[in-house]
């Protein structure tokens, strides 16, 4: 293989409109956005990469600072690049390295340096584990004009069909976004979801850093008894010591890392915070970042499993990931209304009948993205 170099670095900005708008504890969701990044070769080469988060900022950074750094530079010297990136940001933007710019890039990279060696991504980290991954629903949002009880019996009919097709399902608890308090959350997760979804099925509750520790620990209490797998964000991603107090405190697995940089996984490790480490590839830093964080988590024996949102780009990637890491990992499968991730890749990323998803064979991140539907949500 001979080398070659970057021509260009681009960002492809997406918008959509769910069916409903949807809320969890922070935020109503009124749009689904992606930004991703297209990288091309001066062979004709092209890879993709997405960016977690809002489109404004990341755009920015990516063409008028990153895109320059890695033009004429060779793919396959991801790793360095990287470290370029990382350290060219952090010494402009007074140390705050904006990692999802980055992450775009770094997929972007990873998945041309695939397709010109004719690997999968899985393949180049070291080999898969496993063809398919098993996968928990997530989804079970709050939604607009429901009183209590109708939020709570969408929620529970959802959760009920997603426990039918999948057997793992994830309730979103913070109803303080509706003006309620942990008492209904705890209700929720309770006497609600629980009896919809029966004893067999894997429950796991999300908080979105709802609480403060004193709540999450009241809250977690109650979760102890009913027998849920992990309790994920239950404070704020900052609180590094409410995380490590919680563990001490509760039976309930402590997950979370869906907002944490690389350096604040060390010292979540550090600190022995969290039973249950959930790096987001679009948000961390990519795979370079994402496969050094697993690796970190393995020395401090804390499984791994992804957080995931976001188009087939982030899809893919997550699950050349996830084939390679060990234990048994889960695939977050966002069961919201999304056209971007049901349309980006037509063959998609389906569940199969056992309630797992296939590891993508293909080269790079091994997703082909559609060009219709590119141009109809392109903005
Ligand atoms: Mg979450």
Redesign the pocket.
């Known amino acids: 293989m001979t080398g070659t170099t970057v021509r260009s670095v681009e960002t492809v900005a997406l918008r959509s409109e769910p069916d409903e708008p949807f809320g969890y504890a922070q935020a109503w969701v009124e749009e689904r956005t992606a930004l991703l990044v297209r990288v091309e070769t001066a062979d004709g080469g092209v890879g993709w990469g997405e960016c977690w988060g809002p489109i404004a900022g990341s755009r920015e950074t990516i063409e008028d600072f990153l895109a320059p750094i890695v033009e004429g530079r060779d793919p396959a010297d991801v790793e360095r690049i990287h470290e370029d990136l990382r350290d060219r940001t952090r010494a402009a933007y007074q140390s705050v390295v904006p990692y999802p710019a980055i992450s775009g890039v770094d997929l972007a990279l990873w998945d041309l340096r695939g397709k010109r060696r004719g690997e999968s991504v899985a393949s180049m980290l070291g080999g898969r584990r496993r063809d398919a991954v098993r996968a928990y629903a997530t989804g079970h949002y709050f939604k607009h004009g429901a009183d209590l009880e109708a939020q709570y019996e969408r929620i529970t009919a959802e959760a009920a069909a997603n426990a039918d097709r999948l057997g793992a399902v994830k309730a979103k608890v913070g109803l303080s976004l509706l003006g309620y308090g942990p008492d209904e959350d705890v209700e929720l997760v309770r006497r609600r979801v629980r009896d919809a979804v029966g004893p067999e099925t894997t429950l796991l509750v999300?908080a979105?850093y709802a609480y403060d520790a004193g709540t999450a620990r009241r809250v977690g209490r109650e979760l102890d008894d009913l027998d849920v797998y992990w309790f994920?964000?239950p404070v704020p991603p900052t609180d590094v010591d409410g995380y490590a107090r919680l563990r001490d405190a509760l039976d309930v697995r402590v997950a979370g890392g869906?907002c944490h940089t690389p350096p604040e996984f060390d010292r979540l490790f550090e600190a022995g915070a969290v039973d249950v480490a959930?790096p987001d590839l679009c948000n961390a830093g990519g795979l370079t970042a994402g496969r050094r964080i697993a690796d970190r988590a393995a020395g401090a024996g804390v499984p791994v499993v992804p957080?995931v949102w976001g188009t087939p780009v982030a899809i893919a990637a997550s699950l050349q990931l996830i084939a390679t890491l060990p234990g048994r990992p889960w695939l977050e499968f966002d069961s919201s209304s999304n056209p971007l991730r049901e349309e980006l890749a037509p063959d998609g990323f389906a569940a199969g009948d056992d309630g797992t998803v296939a590891v993508p064979d293909g080269p790079g991140l091994g997703v082909d993205l559609d060009a219709d539907a590119l141009d109809r949500y392109r903005v």
Do not use: K, L, T, Y
């Open positions: 999300d979105n994920e964000e869906e959930q957080h």
